[in-house]
């Protein structure tokens, strides 16, 4: 499965096939042949193209007539098919201008495991899954001044869950452009 944000920029496969790789599982035998010829001229490498901003923010008009509700959000979906897996969304709560981050998760969970997030190599954190529908899972994590500086010079954010089967799933979501989408939002907010 290749999970890839709406701008199809994906990270998860390598992850996945990383460990395989070095486990050997997805080693392939050469031949003593093609072992032998000799290395084309190494090509002058591109230079590196700057990763693709992951994260967006959107305004509406909310039920304040005319009070801009904004929220900054990355949706992962997969390669093939365009399903979503993963939604991370946040925003401001009204009442108390306090920032959340919720979790939109895909289907065929344990829930009882819940799900758990960690910042680059940080302490991995748990967080309770608190309601399912049609569209999937859902949990809620209250951002404090730590967390959201965590996120700010962070890479990756990795949201992982247990599978029904409970096996586990790990999705890496990218916090490249993180800093400007919340500077922008708590601007607006």
Known sequence: MNLVPDRQFSRLTFCAFAGLLSAGIGS????AQEAAKPEAPAAQAPAPEKPAVAWTVNCASGANAGALECQMSQNLTESKTGQRVLTVTIRKQPK???????????????IPAGASYQIDAAEKKTVAIQTSDQNGAYAAVPLNADLIKALKTGTSLNISMESVTRNPVTIPVSLNGFTAAIDKLDAVN
């Open 28 to 31: 392939v035998p050469v031949s």
């Open 96 to 110: 108390d201008g306090a920032m959340a981050m919720l979790l939109a998760l895909p289907h065929g969970l344990f």
